[in-house]
């Protein structure tokens, strides 16, 4: 393991997860924001469902980690939403079941630390239309449907609420907009940087308003290594050095709050 410890925020899903970290993606995003406070790791599966998170779950969480994760944030639920098959194989999980298996995911990560916190994230829409223009008929007898998507995430978020967890509702944050499906998915289903961009917003807005002690908000949070060198570069007065740690790079204020970026000192920003 690389030393000195950082907290961890893991990603943790389908195939929206596992290539989140793409250029524009939601998770190199938060992996950028929060550079020098905290190790995002990725557990990201293409083509899981919640039955294929609960057969690994006990090995990418496992009771005897030395370090557990500050934050887990967990998607699941747009293939469990899919057609059923008619060969009964597929990625299909009835409703009632994915609910238990989400559930059982919440209940075994809450069991490691009581001070890990977790989100869930819904499925977003999908655009029916843009899916068959991207892959034919390649979904034939086990498709998927906005409405599908919308009975599965509302049944999360009332999940979420007889549990008491923070859960962001992307079937809903996506369709603010007449042409969402053109700029937030790129092939009907997986995200557009656009659509990223929503994605991150929901989650620092949660992590912004939650009252958890830590607070797990971006700004908030230490930085790494942040005492004054002097290696680092010379102010102009000949007399002291400039700590890169306190400057904030100006592509962050796209996402602070308008409080927040009036606050900032132009004279602590850089890059």
């Given at each position: 393991?690389?030393?000195?410890?950082?907290?961890?925020?893991?990603?943790?899903?389908?195939?929206?997860?596992?290539?989140?970290?793409?250029?524009?993606?939601?998770?190199?995003?938060?992996?950028?924001?929060?550079?020098?406070?905290?190790?995002?790791?990725?557990?990201?599966?293409?083509?899981?469902?919640?039955?294929?998170?609960?057969?690994?779950?006990?090995?990418?969480?496992?009771?005897?980690?030395?370090?557990?994760?500050?934050?887990?944030?967990?998607?699941?639920?747009?293939?469990?939403?899919?057609?059923?098959?008619?060969?009964?194989?597929?990625?299909?999980?009835?409703?009632?079941e994915?609910?238990?298996?989400?559930?059982?995911?919440?209940?075994?990560?809450?069991?490691l630390?009581?001070?890990m916190?977790?989100?869930?994230?819904?499925?977003?829409?999908?655009?029916?239309?843009?899916?068959?223009?991207?892959?034919?008929?390649?979904?034939?007898?086990?498709?998927?449907?906005?409405e599908?998507?919308?009975?599965?995430?509302?049944?999360?978020?009332?999940?979420?609420?007889?549990?008491?967890?923070?859960?962001?509702?992307?079937?809903?944050?996506?369709?603010?907009?007449?042409?969402?499906?053109?700029?937030?998915?790129?092939?009907?289903?997986?995200?557009?940087?656009?659509?990223?961009?929503?994605?991150?917003?929901?989650?620092?807005?949660?992590?912004?308003?939650?009252?958890?002690?830590?607070?797990?908000?971006?700004?908030?949070?230490?930085?790494?290594f942040?005492?004054?060198?002097?290696?680092?570069?010379?102010?102009?007065?000949?007399?002291?050095?400039?700590?890169?740690?306190?400057?904030?790079?100006r592509?962050?204020?796209?996402?602070?709050?308008?409080?927040?970026?009036?606050?900032?000192?132009?004279?602590?920003?850089?890059?």
């Amino acid at each position: 393991m690389v030393g000195p410890s950082r907290p961890q925020f893991v990603l943790f899903g389908s195939s929206i997860v596992q290539i989140s970290l793409n250029v524009g993606g939601w998770g190199s995003i938060l992996t950028d924001l929060y550079d020098r406070k905290v190790d995002v790791i990725l557990r990201g599966y293409a083509g899981w469902n919640s039955r294929n998170a609960l057969q690994v779950l006990n090995q990418i969480f496992p009771h005897d980690a030395g370090v557990q994760p500050s934050l887990v944030i967990v998607y699941f639920g747009g293939n469990d939403a899919m057609r059923p098959h008619p060969s009964g194989l597929g990625p299909h999980v009835p409703l009632h079941e994915y609910i238990q298996n989400m559930t059982k995911i919440y209940l075994h990560l809450k069991s490691l630390s009581e001070n890990m916190r977790i989100i869930f994230l819904t499925c977003p829409p999908v655009d029916e239309a843009m899916i068959f223009q991207y892959y034919g008929n390649a979904f034939d007898n086990q498709e998927r449907t906005n409405e599908g998507c919308r009975i599965y995430s509302a049944a999360l978020v009332e999940m979420c609420k007889q549990i008491d967890c923070q859960v962001i509702n992307l079937w809903t944050a996506f369709q603010h907009r007449d042409d969402w499906g053109a700029d937030y998915l790129s092939d009907g289903i997986h995200l557009s940087s656009e659509g990223c961009k929503i994605v991150v917003k929901e989650i620092l807005k949660v992590l912004r308003e939650a009252e958890w002690e830590p607070s797990l908000y971006w700004i908030k949070m230490a930085d790494e290594f942040s005492d004054d060198s002097p290696y680092y570069t010379v102010c102009p007065n000949g007399e002291t050095t400039m700590n890169i740690s306190h400057y904030i790079s100006r592509w962050k204020i796209e996402w602070m709050d308008r409080d927040e970026a009036e606050a900032i000192d132009s004279k602590s920003l850089f890059m």
